[in-house]
Every structure is written in structure tokens, then in C-alpha cells.
């Protein structure tokens, strides 16, 4: 690949992010509240279900575009799980901002939060990955981290800290109501 297409997948993995996020807001009430669906979607409205939005479509697009980029850039691993988590901490930060400043919360802007924290993280990772920043940081930890991360948003899914970042603003309930099969 040419290092001049970097962007351009990068902005594909912006709307790949957007779209899948998009769609996985929603995919748990159109499965029936599926247990399986809500391993990787949002249960609820909560700031840390619409993180994990964020998560997996990027974590999966960085699974994909590693095949493209490894050669071409060493610091690919660790610039994706910096890239992943700087989308997952700009989410709270920007909602709670918002809401603490002004009192309310605005669905537009709730909505908005997720693409702006995806665009942003996209591209400071294309810029980052250009610079060869992360080259020295042990790329085989990155996936193990991942997974970690992967995992915490299902362990909490389903046993849920009663803390503000899991309590779903509609409901004022924490994680998963109720789990058919």
C-alpha cells in the first residue's frame, strides 16, 4: 500500500465505525434483547454502552486494515489501540462536559459526541502513524490489551458498577434489564 492511501482507509474506517456503531445502538432492541447481541452492543443509554459502540467497530476495522498496513508501518498495533482509546475516554469526556456545564441533556448532541469522538480518533491515528510515534512500544501487548478491553465491556454489560458512567440517564438503571435467550 501506498502510504498516501492511509488516509484514505482511514477515513473508510471513520464511516465503517459510524455505520456499525450506528446500527449496533439499535441491534439489541431489534434482536429482542438478544444475550449474544448485547455482548457487543448497546443495552441501554448509558455513557458506557455507547462507548463500547465506539469499541468494537473500531477494534474490527483495525483487525482488517492490519493485513493492508503491517509492513508498511511497525507502529500500526499500538497507534490503533492509542487511536481506540482516545475515541473511548473523548466520549465521556465531551457528555459529561456538556451536561455538567449546561444541566441537560440533548440527543443531537449525545449523537453527535460518537461521530466527533470517532473522527477524532481517526484521525489523530493517521497522523500519528505517519509520524511513526508508538514504534518502540511493544506491539505484541496491544491485542492482549484489546481483548481485555473487549472483555470488561461485556463482564460490566452484565455486572454493572452502580456508578454515574453505567446508569442508563433514561432508565436510571445499570446494565442489562433482562436477558432472554
Known amino acids: 500500500m501506498e502510504k498516501r492511501s492511509l488516509a484514505l482507509w482511514q477515513f473508510g474506517g471513520y464511516v465503517f465505525t459510524s455505520a456499525l456503531g450506528t446500527l449496533l445502538h439499535f441491534l439489541y432492541d431489534l434482536t429482542g434483547e438478544s444475550v449474544a447481541v448485547s455482548f457487543f452492543s448497546a443495552v441501554n443509554e448509558s455513557t458506557w454502552e455507547h462507548m463500547k459502540l465506539l469499541f468494537f467497530p473500531m477494534f474490527l476495522f483495525s483487525l482488517f486494515e492490519y493485513r493492508f498496513f503491517k509492513e508498511e508501518y511497525e507502529n500500526f498495533r499500538a497507534v490503533k489501540l492509542i487511536g481506540i482509546l482516545i475515541g473511548l475516554i473523548l466520549i465521556p469526556v465531551f457528555y459529561y462536559t456538556y451536561t455538567g456545564i449546561s444541566g441537560v441533556t440533548v440527543d443531537f448532541i449525545n449523537i453527535a459526541i460518537f461521530y466527533i469522538a470517532g473522527a477524532i480518533a ?3 491515528e493517521t497522523k500519528l502513524m505517519k509520524k511513526g510515534v508508538g514504534r518502540k512500544f511493544p506491539q505484541k501487548i496491544v491485542f492482549p490489551i484489546l481483548i481485555g478491553i473487549a472483555i470488561l ?7 454493572t458498577p452502580e456508578i454515574p458512567l453505567f446508569r442508563d440517564p433514561v432508565t436510571k438503571t445499570y446494565g442489562i434489564e433482562k436477558a432472554p435467550l
Open 122 to 124: 481517526y484521525f489523530i
Open 153 to 159: 465491556f461485556v463482564v460490566f454489560t452484565f455486572f
